[in-house]
């Protein structure tokens, strides 16, 4: 389903965040990309959303070249994508439920759907009571929750999750990762960047460790070892 | 489709109220272009008023021996009416042109007192001849001179007023032609003006834009709010000028008429009313969708 292939990414002469990388992520995986701050994983993620393009090497979406796609298709591409950012990357003059609706609006849901299914995953994430407030009004931990229901709400075919759980107190988190296991069960693929040791721990499934642009290991039902 | 234009519209709608400050600015700025605009279409009515008025004010005169009879003279009256540069010929007899002279420097005693002194009417009679257009008095002047009543002929005065027609025919030309090169500068200025008001605000809204992208909404998605506030402001930056200017020439329309009784400004605004509404409503669209579009595809790269 996704796959990257000799991926080398330099930004300015000398600064190299991710060096010949080769990996395949197959359908229905969960997978954790740990690594110290700076170790490429933000870098990786933007890689296969086109938001940046590699240096060399390609980067495949069920067989399609991410960066050969023309400028006017890449929204199908993102659309089969939801993404977690770290900078969460709200839209500040929307509210929450806009900010939710929207995915689904760009996606062309009928207005009934998306009367229905927003105000359930505000309900799953603990924000029903601030459906109507802009993201400027609420705490680094609410805004987070905002952009994991919009990373799930259109019911993706891949979560790109860029420390999810980086703001958020010991029980959100356990419930954010419950869910993104759940979506996980349900045939979502999970590609899951974070420095939490005891998540990675505790979930028992893939993980890709990177450090200084490479891949150091590689193991199913890995653990956090820097 | 229907549902995704309802989406923009309603998108571009809550922009519009939710960033109260940059749509006044961007309104305010289109006021000021729209004005100007149309202030050059009004002024290109006044000066083409003022031109005409200066140019209907040169004439050449032909002055006939003092033996040629009325009745000659009469006859090339007639004769010069035929040719079509020709607008007007009016004729002035020798006691005509005594009355005028006496008429014109009755204060003047030195001159009163030469003429009496010459004790006849030393006048000629003349026939004043004003052409359709200024660069027109040459081939008059030639058609004079080489005519079958040249003999009758004591002087045409056209070689004497040459250089001044000519001067007033350069200078209106000249006039019209700074007055085309400057307003298309001021058009220009205030277009960049416009446009870059346009570009700060959508700047603002530059990292809203790459997410959007980034979630998978299409470019026509995204453009399509900013137009659609585009075309609000170009409606509404029209419709307020068109009550600015509707007031002005109301109210300085009679005032100019003092001036100049024949250029009645409110008549005119008033049966230009749809071509000046016409104008500013199409300058006010074209420049906020325009300017929009232009902003917005620097972002949409992402």
Known sequence: MIKFQNVTKIYLENTIALEDLSFKINEKEFVSIVGKSGAGKTTLLKLLLAQEKPTRGRVFFDNQDVHKIRPEKLPELRRRIGSIFQDYKLLASKTCYENIAYVMEVLGKSNQEIEKDVPKILEIVGLTER???????????????????????????????????????????????????????????????????????????????????????????????? | MLVSIKRIIRWGWQGLFRDGGAATATVFIMVLTISLITSIFLLKEASSFLISSIQEKVDISVYFKENSTEQEILNIQEELSKIPEVQNVKYVSQEQALQDFIQRHKEDPVLMRSLEEVGRNPFLASLNIRASDPTQYEAVSDFLDNSLFGYLIEKVDYHQRKPVIEKIFSLTANLEKSGIVFSVLLVFLSFLVVFNTIRLIIMKGQEEIQIQRLVGASNWFIRGPFLFQGTIFGILSALISLLIFTFVCWFFGSQISILFPELDMWTYFLSNIWTIFLIQLLTGIGLGVVSSLMAIRKYLEI
Not at chain 1, 153 to 182: C, F, Q
Not at chain 1, 195 to 217: A, D, P, Y
């Open chain 1, 131 to 226: 459906a109507q407030n802009f993201p400027a009004e609420l705490s680094a931990g609410e805004r987070q929750r905002v952009a994991i229901a919009r990373a799930l709400i259109h019911r993706p075919d891949v979560i790109l999750a860029d420390e999810p759980t980086g703001n958020l107190d010991p029980y959100n988190t356990s419930e954010i990762i419950h869910l993104l296991l759940k979506i996980n069960t349900l045939g979502t693929i999970v590609v899951l960047a974070t420095h939490n040791k005891e998540i990675v721990n505790s979930l028992g499934k893939r993980v890709i460790t990177l450090g200084q642009g490479k891949i150091i290991r590689d193991q199913e039902k890995g653990r956090f070892i820097l």
